[in-house]
């Protein structure tokens, strides 16, 4: 999942807040015959940890291009097969093709220690183990004293990023320093954080150039510490570089080496990075269909994205998404056969790249687009949903309460929501139908420490599930499908008068965007 870009103006928001609570319950619920048999199915005979346990454990993180990204595909698509439903793997493009190895990384002069450290994802193999002194980048100021500097490197691993001084979250300083000993550290912080970056400004270079020119002047390899500001957590993207390793070292470890360049202990680690090269492989979206028996042509779509970075697990992202949708379509299949309406799950590629798989998906399916009745996205992490957000749609208020309606009490009271909303601009899948004019909904969690500890990071593992959470998600989410197919009336699609910001200017409703369909257009 992406950080969501949406245009907010909260000050002009023509909305109002919605509480999905119903005083006139009484105290023993009466549910649909058909949602109390999700509430026993989710409960009783749930199948979200074994799926779990094949999906994060067996396969791992599904970056694509890889090997992992296809056997999730078909995973997955055997897995519905299994339940009775239809599924296909859809190609929507082709993607670099990588294989994550062994990382090894140990210090071995001025005393002995291995170092927790994880490849970049398509970053280049060492082919064998390489040792080499560890540097700092000069302390210069201009780019023709870095550039003049750039030939002693050969040879040598670069510490690239930024020296953190104190590894504690902001959240454990401000609780144990006192008030004055708290701003004093925040302010050291903010000045280093500045003058890194009016160093890296000054030498000529950024994130993309940096490496490229560390490359072509001979080093061995990259290193670097992207901190989350969480004790433990590092976020793992892709590598700069095309022939040389560009790796993560954890905070301290990253640290210890820095403290010891600067100081002219001259550190020196040994690498070894054993990953693969592999041909370009297709993208997949991995796609299950339960036809309607009534409306066929008209579509509820479960939406949610199987890859993943690969730092970890990709359990919270967006592993515990699919397992929602998986564990949704299997208890819509065995206890709603006589659906309305074609029921579709889409579990989408490259999501991270761009939304890649489910802006394909709409680009490539007009006809099913033109029938959506509604789309349910889950991404950000393993916590109970607690917002549905109208996304800009002006009638959204009228289904969703009517569809929500019909969920568990202790379910739907959790959730308080915006109406009608604004269209969400690029954060995960739903802004793909969204900004195709389609009813896209995500259906928000309560983010247990999400973007600060398992977000993209080195910490994203089986571990971090909490299942009677991701159950009662289940079980929303199958209500919701439920309700919108069985509703006698297709949705509006009429989309609010969008407000106007502080300078005057009317915002505007997100535009489609094409899918990269290659790694070559990727950036």
């Known amino acids: 999942m992406k950080r969501n870009t949406i245009l907010s103006i909260s000050a002009l928001l023509l909305t109002a807040q919605l509480s999905f609570t ?84 140990d210090m071995v002069y001025p005393r002995v220690k291995s170092l927790v450290a994880t490849q970049l994802a398509w970053s280049p193999a060492t082919k064998k183990a390489v040792e080499a002194e560890v540097v700092i980048m000069p302390k210069v100021s201009s780019k023709a004293e870095f550039d003049k500097w750039l030939p002693s490197a050969k040879g040598k691993v670069i510490l690239m990023a930024q020296y953190q001084k104190i590894g504690r979250s902001e959240e454990q300083i401000k609780e144990f320093a006192t008030p004055e000993l708290y701003e004093k550290l925040k302010a050291e912080k903010d000045q280093a954080t500045k003058d890194f970056r009016e160093y890296v400004k000054k030498i000529g270079y950024d994130n993309n150039s940096l490496p ?18 969480i004790m433990g957590a590092n976020r793992i993207f892709g590598a700069k570089t095309k022939k040389i390793p560009m790796f993560d070292i954890e905070l301290e470890d990253y640290g210890m ?42 579509y509820v779509i479960l939406s949610a994205h199987l890859d993943s970075w690969d730092g970890a697990q990709g359990a919270t992202d967006n592993g515990t998404g699919v397992l ?48 959506t009745q509604a789309v349910f996205n889950q991404d950000n992490g393993t916590g109970r949903v607690i917002d549905i957000s109208g996304q800009g749609f002006v009638n959204s208020y009228d289904y969703i309460g009517k569809w929500l309606n019909a969920a568990p009490k202790n379910i739907k009271d959790q959730i308080k929501s915006t109406f009608p909303g604004m269209p969400g601009g690029g954060g995960s899948d739903h802004a793909s139908f969204v900004a195709a004019g389609v009813p896209g909904f995500s259906l928000s969690s309560l983010n247990w420490g999400y973007f600060g500890y398992t977000w993209h990071t080195t910490k994203d593992t089986y571990d971090k599930i909490i299942f009677d959470e991701v159950k009662n998600n289940v079980i929303l989410t199958a209500t919701l499908a439920y309700m919108a197919s069985e509703d006698p009336e297709f949705t509006n699609r009429e989309k609010r008068e969008m407000p106007v910001n502080e300078k005057g200017e009317v915002a505007k409703w997100p535009e489609f965007k094409e899918p990269l369909r290659s790694s070559k257009d990727y950036k």
């Open 324 to 371: 929602t949708m998986l564990e949704t379509i299997r208890i819509l299949k065995k206890y709603y056969p006589n659906n309305k309406r074609t029921i579709i799950v889409g579990l989408w590629g490259s999501e991270e790249q761009g939304l890649n798989g489910s802006r394909a998906f709409v680009a490539d399916h007009p006809e099913i687009m033109k029938g």
């Open 22 to 105: 119903n005083a006139q319950t009484k105290q023993t619920e009466q549910l649909n015959p058909i949602v109390q048999n999700f509430v026993n199915e989710a409960h009783n005979n749930s199948q979200l940890e074994s799926m779990a346990h094949d999906l994060l454990d067996g396969i791992g993180p599904r970056l694509i291009g890889t090997p992992e990204m296809l056997a999730a595909n078909n995973w997955t698509a055997d897995k519905m097969k299994s339940w009775g439903i239809e599924a296909e793997l859809q190609q929507f493009g082709t993607w670099k093709g990588w294989q994550r190895g062994i990382t090894h990384v």
């Open 257 to 298: 080496l820095y403290r010891m360049a600067e100081s002219g202990m001259k550190p020196r680690i040994k690498l070894e990075t054993q990953s693969k090269i592999l041909p370009d492989a297709p993208s997949f979206n991995t796609v299950g269909i339960i036809k309607g028996k009534e409306k066929p042509n008209e």
């Open 212 to 229: 490229e020119a560390l490359e072509n002047a001979g080093v061995a390899g990259i290193a670097i510490s992207n901190w989350t500001g």
